[in-house]
């Protein structure tokens, strides 16, 4: 069991019988009355987020998670199918659970797929990414790393980000995959 003084960024935890990850916790101790937490909880089956507040002390259940090196070999448009690195075996993952992580992913890249009880729920990504930007608008005379603005970009993968003015088409960029931000030419 764990109770919510242990809840950290990250965690997962099973309430009312679905299993739910932990995006982020706020420890509340009003001047009256009792100490709660502050949620914001990701639901693992459909990505759904919610808020949700509990009660100081409240307990749950641990869930075990577990993460494997998989390689990402296509999207069929209902699910993403991914094949283990030691066993070549295959499955599939429904494409809306991890939809936000294919963004950054190309085919054939090696990803960690998480196993919440055994079962593949989500593909975890290192914090950046470098993709090479396939359609962007060619920058004006006068642009420059200081001349600020942005314009949209799209990438090897699909994802459409912003970039500054200065990035050109074939230039590879290095993008935040959390947020999907531009940081840095490659």
Known sequence: ??????????????????????????????????????????????????????????????????????????????????????SYEQLAIPVAAVQSALRFVRANDEVQILFIDDQPSDVQLPSSVELEVTFTEPGLRGDTASGGGDKPATLETGAEIRVPLFVNIGDRVKVQTDSGDYMSRA
């Open 1 to 86: 069991m764990i109770s919510t003084n242990q809840l950290k960024n990250g965690n997962h935890i099973e309430v009312d019988g679905v299993v739910f990850k932990v995006l982020e916790t706020q420890h509340v101790k009003p001047g009256k009355g009792a100490a709660f937490v502050r949620s914001k909880l990701r639901r693992t089956s459909d990505g759904n987020v919610i808020d949700k507040t509990f009660r100081a002390g409240e307990k749950f259940r641990a869930v075990h998670t577990e993460s494997r090196n998989m390689q990402y070999l296509y999207e069929d448009g209902t699910e993403a199918h991914f094949m283990d690195t030691s």
